[in-house]
């Protein structure tokens, strides 16, 4: 099972990082890539450098950032493989430890295959009935 791990600190955006924490972190990241759990993982850079994009009734809006609900900005993201949700739960837990407070939505990602979750032309077939 792939998980899509969404990080969401509860300090400001910007706020400086220790070499201490830095280090912790990567400790962590090497660990876990090299166990095999971690897939691929990355940071975001300041919202000031992006943009929320939205359709709504077939109309487009982009608002340029910085966005200033701190509490809901990504700061980064990880793709976990586990055996189950409660591995990558297990592991989110490991990684806050290490990032400090905040918040880490867990999403599993669509694999072919996967006995548990209906393949997108099953689910559109369902749909239609």
Same mark, same amino acid.
Do not use: H, W
């Given at each position: 099972? *792939? ?7 509860? #300090? =400001? ?9 830095? $280090? ?6 090497? $660990?876990? =890539?090299?166990? !095999?759990?971690?897939? &691929? ?11 929320? /994009? *939205?359709l709504?009734?077939? #109309?487009?809006? /982009? /608002?340029? !950032?910085?966005?200033?609900? &701190?509490?809901?900005?990504?700061? !980064? ?8 949700k $409660? ?6 837990? *490991? ?9 880490? $939505?867990?999403?599993? /990602?669509?694999?072919?295959g ?6 997108? *032309?099953? =689910?559109?077939?369902? &749909?239609?009935?």
């Amino acid at each position: 099972m *792939r998980f899509l791990c969404l990080y969401k600190p509860s #300090k =400001m955006e910007g706020a400086p990082t220790t070499q201490e924490d830095m $280090e912790t972190m990567g400790k962590f990241v090497e $660990e876990m =890539m090299q166990s !095999g759990k971690l897939l &691929a993982t990355e940071g975001c850079l300041p919202s000031v450098k992006g943009a929320r /994009v *939205r359709l709504s009734d077939g #109309k487009f809006s /982009v /608002v340029d !950032g910085p966005f200033t609900e &701190a509490k809901e900005l990504v700061a !980064g993201f990880a793709l976990l493989r586990t055996e189950s949700k $409660e591995e990558a739960i297990e592991l989110t837990k *490991r990684f806050l430890n290490a990032a400090g407070d905040g918040e880490t $939505e867990i999403r599993q /990602v669509y694999d072919p295959g996967d006995p548990d979750v209906p393949c997108p *032309r099953e =689910m559109q077939q369902a &749909a239609a009935k």
